[in-house]
């Protein structure tokens, strides 16, 4: 690792989420790491982040901060250009964390990740709900080996709620060109990286991914994946942007017992003696399996962007292990490549690894057609439809 007692880092993107990076690290949040820079193509965020940040140098291209006078990037721009960034700063000799996702593409990743591997250089990704208690606990208890072999895994996660203002905030929103994708690739993310973190990955994924089902948007706002694991299993994963009130809740059944998280309580049915053993050996055709049942209430979130920012620093200056290695990240991202690739191809069960090649050419084809806002808002409906509604 490198001799530094200081990690000089620059943010990439004064946005959102860029801008709330920046503040943590002028704040000295972040033990270790100072902010040395901000970059951003446009004139007015970079006005605000002079005046914000007198003494921190702020650039236009991100090029400039290959220099040497940077340790470490964190890349806060539109997804496509994530992995096209991280690449040249991992071979420009700089520590970089994206954003989530990784990028939109499974082969883009692919390339920055042998750039890390080539430069020796910390590639990590922000999935910061991995320093959640009650998830870190569920992936304790599943990797284990607790629960047994897993026959279902289900997350519900609908409370992704957004308004068609939210979409039309920044041109680049809810396009094929400029986001790749929907509310699977910006706002779940986060479940989909840990539904895999916590139960593994699946060997095939089969989706449905709804295009302005809610919104007046060219992308998915409603998607379901069903995944079938190497042993056996099911798997189902369903959100959307466009139910309120919605729904968080990870089921996972295994044939030692069962947890279910929602609402912060992790609760666990622990079977006292497998359920495949008594299936098979039980003398009476309904058994009551002896169980405990207890639960774990976590009242906090846990570090979240900060923690890993401060994982980071801590794996350049003292080599501590990465909780969200971009490694991982092409996990999460190969869950939502393949479910659209699924739906492009008449919503075909797509086997994993997947064809990183056959995905690229369906996007760049939608890329190509990609609409501006102006034109999405033509788009008819964006409201559900009287036809899908129940008359009790």
């Not at 939502?336 to 492009?344: H, R, T």
């Amino acid at each position: 690792m490198d001799t530094l007692h200081q990690v000089r880092a620059a943010v990439i993107g004064y946005g959102g989420i860029g801008s709330a990076h920046t503040a943590s690290l002028a704040q000295g949040k972040v033990e270790g790491m100072t902010l040395a820079a901000v970059c951003d193509i446009n004139l007015a965020r970079r006005a605000i982040a002079e005046e914000r940040f007198p003494g921190v140098r702020v650039v236009e291209d991100y090029h400039a901060l290959l220099d040497g006078s940077i340790d470490a990037v964190i890349i806060a721009v539109p997804h496509p250009m994530h992995c096209e960034i991280a690449e040249e700063c991992l071979r420009g000799g700089v520590h970089v964390l994206s954003e989530k996702p990784l990028d939109i593409s499974v082969t883009a990743a692919k390339k920055a990740l042998q750039a890390a591997e080539e430069s020796d250089r910390i590639f990590a990704v922000m999935l910061n709900q991995r320093t959640a208690p009650i998830f870190q606990r569920a992936r304790e208890i599943v990797q284990s080996g607790a629960l047994g072999n897993l026959k279902r895994t289900v997350w519900i996660i609908t409370n992704w709620y957004r308004t068609q203002h939210y979409y039309d905030s920044g041109a680049w929103r809810a396009t094929w060109a400029g986001e790749g994708g929907g509310v699977l690739l910006n706002q779940a993310p986060h479940n989909l990286d840990l539904w895999q973190w916590i139960c593994g990955m699946p060997a095939s994924v089969t989706a449905y991914c709804d295009v302005a089902r809610y919104h007046r948007i060219e992308v998915e706002d409603d998607a379901t994946l069903m995944t079938r694991y190497a042993n056996g299993a099911t798997g189902l994963f369903v959100t959307s942007t466009g139910e309120f009130p919605g729904t968080n809740r990870l089921e996972i059944a295994g044939d030692l017992g069962k947890l279910v998280l929602e609402d912060g309580v992790l609760k666990w049915w622990k079977l006292r003696e497998s359920e495949h053993d008594v299936r098979w050996h039980a003398d009476n055709s309904m058994p009551q399996i002896p169980l405990d049942y207890t639960e774990e209430r976590f009242d906090g979130g846990g570090a979240q962007h900060v923690g890993i920012l401060q994982n980071l620093a801590n794996a350049i200056l003292h080599g501590e292990e990465l909780l969200s290695p971009a490694a991982d990240g092409l996990d999460e991202l190969t869950l939502s490549n393949a479910a659209y690739l699924s739906q492009w191809t008449g919503n075909a069960c797509i086997d994993l690894p997947l064809d990183g090649a056959a995905f690229d050419a369906q996007l760049r084809e939608h890329a190509a057609h990609s609409m501006t806002h102006e034109e999405m808002a033509s788009i008819p409906g964006g409201e559900y439809q009287d036809r899908w509604q129940t008359r009790w």
